[in-house]
């Protein structure tokens, strides 16, 4: 294989999780006076950490969010989880044969360590990610688009990032490979093709993925 770090976002791509906490946090919104729709969170907030939603909310209406907003919400995340998280169909598949391969491969994701925790355990990920496979933006100053996240994750693990790949749905998640100087593959299950302009090269299917990285 051509790279020497497989660089996984988790929310989307590891675990199906975007459908289940952007249909959330688009009510928690609205419920608190801030009229959002699933599409609206989709395209505002896919792929970021949480200080984006408190960013923009305060950005656009001049309000703060309450104290309590992330605990509340994140408690009604991993509920859902709870009930309803799968692992993305396949990804398991291109663990194993990265495994199988001998080659590295972590996450790093804009959710927090708890979060990321909780999406492995219940679908069953957990196997394949111990603690030093894990980072967080939760570990940096800044989280996606900026590349801090995905420079910590290839140091931690001792790689150059010009030797890494980062598997990424997000626009955001795509800028921050890009500005880390990584290439990026764009899976294009919940974003259109043209929203992830500066990958790699893009996937629809996780099947193609190990093929790819090849």
Not at 6 to 32: H, K, M
Not at 136 to 151: C, E, I, N, W
Not at 191 to 196: E, F, Q, Y
Request: hydrophobic residues 40%; negative net charge; contains cysteine.
């Amino acid at each position: 294989m051509r790279y020497d770090l497989v660089i996984f976002d988790n929310d989307g791509v590891l675990v199906d999780s975007e459908p289940i906490s952007n249909r959330l946090l688009a009510a928690y919104l609205t419920e608190l006076g801030h009229p959002t729709s699933y599409e609206d969170s989709i395209r505002d907030y896919m792929g970021s950490a949480m200080h984006r939603v408190h960013d923009l909310v305060q950005e656009r209406t001049g309000q703060r969010l309450p104290d309590d907003f992330d605990d509340v919400f994140h408690a009604r995340v991993f509920a859902a989880f709870e009930a309803e998280l799968k692992p993305v169909a396949g990804v398991a598949e291109v663990l194993e044969r990265l495994a199988a391969d001998g080659v590295p491969y972590c996450v790093a994701s804009s959710g927090s360590h708890e979060r990321i925790r909780v999406g492995h355990r219940t679908t069953g990920l957990d196997r394949w990610f111990d603690a030093s496979r894990i980072f967080s933006s939760q570990d940096v100053g800044r989280g996606k688009p900026a590349p801090d996240l995905f420079l910590y994750a290839a140091e931690r693990m001792g790689v150059a990032p010009g030797r890494c790949a980062v598997v990424e749905d997000s626009p955001l998640g795509v800028q921050a490979a890009v500005a880390a100087g990584m290439d990026v593959y764009g899976f294009t299950a919940m974003t259109p093709a043209d929203r992830l302009r500066g990958a790699t090269q893009l996937f629809s299917d996780p099947g193609q993925l190990a093929d790819l990285l090849e």
